[in-house]
């Protein structure tokens, strides 16, 4: 449980958070009173005088060259503000920025936009970000079998660039037996199958306008990709077009 925090999986780093059908990882709010021990749930002690609330705590970052992988998790109550080098941002439940993430079985309910409001947009270094529950750039994501429900921002956001030509397969668990998705056919950039999204700000994956500079396929069929800006291709000579 989290207040006013966040996690940082930077340069080189593993976050591995892998529970099982009904023994979940959980990352919450310190007020969230579903989940606890001991003998009570109300961690803070505050006697159900305050609830959480989406924004509670920050989220999960995973960074450059950096790898996390949350199976049977549970993110709630995130997208919140906290501190950064010289001041205060905000980040996305859970955001990957050229990095390795593996997201299968968990939940990601109940969380703010994440949208930053700090005046520095660099966030420090870790780059800026836009409205979503799952933020995502410059990665080629796992995204299998979770549910995304209740989420102020869109329940997936990649810019353009993160769907790519390169094969990607689920590669599994990294603890206890792999349960890999075996999808049957090639898929190329982002792996998304098998989510169930309910009263999010869009119930699709946003596709963010910008400037295609590699070769893209468009190939995860079971998600409403959506496009609210121009998308640009410049380049069809040496390594460019979208499929």
Do not use: C
């Not at 205060?88 to 309910?109: C, K, M, P």
């Not at 270094?125 to 989420?151: E, L, M, T, W, Y």
């Amino acid at each position: 449980k989290s207040q006013g925090a966040r996690i940082d999986v930077h340069m080189g780093a593993q976050l591995i958070a892998e529970g099982n059908d009904g023994n979940k990882v959980v990352f919450t709010s310190l007020n969230d009173n579903r989940y606890g021990a001991g003998g009570t749930f109300d961690t803070a002690n505050r006697v159900g005088s305050q609830e959480a609330a989406a924004g509670d705590w920050g989220g999960i970052d995973v960074g450059h060259t950096s790898k996390a992988s949350l199976d049977h998790a549970v993110s709630a109550y995130g997208g919140g503000t906290t501190r950064v080098e010289g001041g205060f941002s905000d980040f996305g439940a859970i955001e990957v920025h050229q990095g390795d993430l593996r997201l299968t079985n968990s939940r990601i309910e109940l969380n703010a936009d994440g949208a930053t409001t700090s005046t520095d947009a660099n966030r420090g270094g870790r780059g800026d970000n836009s409205a979503a529950a799952i933020f995502v750039r410059g990665a080629q994501p796992i995204i299998v079998g979770n549910i995304i429900q209740g989420n102020a921002g869109p329940a997936i956001s990649a810019n353009v660039s993160s769907f790519n030509h390169h094969s990607v397969e689920d590669s599994g668990r990294s603890t206890g037996h792999s349960d890999r998705y075996e999808m049957g056919v090639g898929n190329h950039g982002p792996l998304i199958a098998g989510n169930l999204l309910a009263n999010n700000d869009i119930n699709g994956l946003l596709v963010r306008s910008g400037t295609l500079t590699t070769e893209g396929r468009w190939d995860d069929t079971d998600i409403v990709h959506v496009v609210d800006g121009e998308i640009r291709i410049p380049d069809h000579h040496a390594f460019g077009g979208l499929r």
